[in-house]
């Protein structure tokens, strides 16, 4: 594994807090001792008695117990007057996990990651013991082991009336205070109060379920968009009722006659079987654009009174994408950099079935096109169920090499891969297998075959994790924090130092701005 390079110089340094604290617990001096992995537990059956299953609840809560008595009460009783039952377990020994491999990860011993290393499962015992608080997790890094406490835990306000509240979070002396607020305190209120639920008490509204708030707004009605795109009217209208099996048969004459580039389909509020009728249509039976619009009485008095100006504008982005336009694209000096040499940026991921069921998982890859990275070619794959590793990752690879060739009689001399949905606990695996598939695998066919023989002709490869499932949020000062007054950082904020992993070549990036909560 190379060495981590140093924290990044690029843009200016700010200081920024998080939702981590340093972990400590007893261990001796030397960091040796151990502690015991425990697996199965079973239950012990009287003969004749009714057989039950403990599940992850009860069992965890013996593991926790047992740090103290051997006595577990079962707490489902018919009734309260019912006698407590007491049921025997066995407790299934694993092995003995060395705590000291946690001293050797937090100072960055490449070894301390195999699979074979005790690391990931020590990690795993700290996070036991830290079960009994809610939201909290533990997380290696450079000298320490850190626990970090999610803040998107909910808080719950007392029922009373909303400009009450506000004033006294405010610490106003009257609600008559709120008018004519100065522009920090709007920004506290928004902070305060995004996401509150609240009870509409204007007539008609009785009964309603609670509102969210979504913003507060200052200066109302003073929005506009320009939308850029025009339309003309379409080739044909089809009005067809409602029957399942005539959706594909009504589809394919009307876009045969009209020789369709995308088909727009109006439906009914409810109508999950059409749309996946026309899906399935345009997607796979005849390969054409769709674009499907979810008509209801509350879109059709917004389009009368004229406030359907968002929707329009969201429905038109789908569109204009479909039919091979660009909504945006990035303008960053990194743009200069990327465009120095034919570039493809890679995205993977694998979506798995609900849990419990047998279907398969599907996997997909999406491939830049353009030196804007902003059109992509597509594959995708059905592989066996619950299988995060790509299956198909080679023939994918090979089918984003060749549509590139196709549109610009070169091979990309760079590129870059961002893999989604991978836990830490499966980063060398995925890194093993998949890298393997488009580098060792791809040496032997896709590289030879269309870059030469010769090594120094083929493209430069990186290959990045991204999790985004992860509790770490920053704050920072004023300086630091973005203009809107949401109170998160500026928008391509890095933290590279003090919380990474000490092994793994890791950093956080908040991408975009935060629009809603702490990012």
Request: hydrophobic share 40%; charged share 20%; with cysteine.
């Amino acid at each position: 594994m190379s060495s981590r390079p140093p924290p990044g110089t690029v843009g200016r340094q700010v200081v920024a807090q998080t939702n981590a604290f340093v972990m400590h617990w007893n261990r001796p001096s030397n960091n040796s001792g151990y502690v015991y992995q425990y697996d199965v537990i079973l239950p012990l059956w009287d003969i004749g008695s009714r057989q039950f299953s403990l599940g992850n609840k009860k069992g965890t809560e013996i593991i926790m117990r047992l740090q103290h008595t051997f006595r577990v009460p079962w707490d489902n009783r018919p009734s309260p007057n019912s006698p407590q039952k007491e049921v025997g377990v066995r407790i299934v020994f694993v092995k003995r996990i060395d705590v000291s491999t946690l001293h050797r990860l937090t100072q960055g011993d490449p070894d301390s990651i195999r699979p074979e290393s005790d690391s990931s499962t020590a990690i795993n015992m700290l996070n036991l013991f830290i079960q009994s608080t809610p939201r909290m997790s533990v997380r290696p890094t450079f000298g320490k082991i850190v626990v970090n406490a999610d803040v998107t835990i909910g808080v719950i306000l007392p029922a009373d009336n909303l400009e009450k509240i506000c004033a006294e979070y405010l610490h106003l002396r009257g609600i008559r205070y709120l008018d004519n607020l100065e522009e920090s305190s709007i920004k506290k209120l928004r902070l305060f109060l995004k996401g509150v639920k609240v009870d509409v008490g204007l007539p008609g509204h009785s009964g309603k379920r609670p509102k969210t708030i979504k913003d507060v707004v200052v200066d109302v009605g003073n929005i506009k968009f320009d939308k850029g795109m025009s339309a003309g009217r379409p080739h044909d209208i089809v009005r067809s009722p409602p029957v399942i099996l005539q959706v594909a048969e009504v589809l394919d004459e009307a876009g045969r006659l009209a020789n369709a580039t995308m088909i727009l389909a109006i439906l009914p509020e409810s109508a999950p079987e059409p749309y996946r009728e026309i899906k399935r249509f345009g997607d796979i039976t005849r390969g054409v654009m769709t674009q499907c619009v979810k008509w209801s009485r509350k879109l059709a008095s917004d389009v009368q009174q004229r406030r359907a100006n968002q929707y329009y504008n969201n429905l038109i982005l789908k569109i204009n994408v479909k039919l091979g336009g660009i909504n945006y694209m990035p303008l960053n000096g990194a743009m200069k950099y990327l465009n120095s040499l034919p570039t493809m940026v890679i995205g993977a991921d694998v979506s798995h079935p609900a849990p419990g069921s047998l279907l398969p998982s599907i996997s997909a890859l999406v491939a830049s096109m353009d030196n804007r990275l902003c059109k992509y070619a597509a594959s995708i794959r059905v592989q066996a169920s619950r299988t995060e590793i790509i299956q198909d990752l080679f023939e994918m690879f090979k089918i984003a090499l060749t549509s590139f060739y196709n549109l610009h009689d070169e091979y990309p001399k760079r590129i870059f891969v961002f893999r989604d949905g991978v836990s830490e606990g499966e980063f060398q695996t995925v890194l093993d297998q998949e890298v393997d598939a488009m580098k060792v695998i791809s040496i032997l066919d896709v590289l030879p075959e269309t870059y030469g023989s010769n090594q120094a002709t083929w493209p430069e490869l990186t290959f990045i994790i991204v999790g985004k499932r992860h509790h770490f949020r920053f704050f920072g000062n004023a300086e630091a924090q973005d203009p809107r007054g949401n109170g998160n950082l500026y928008s391509g904020f890095v933290a590279d130092q003090d919380i990474i992993h000490p092994v793994y070549q890791d950093f956080y990036l908040q991408s975009q701005p935060g629009l809603k909560g702490s990012v």
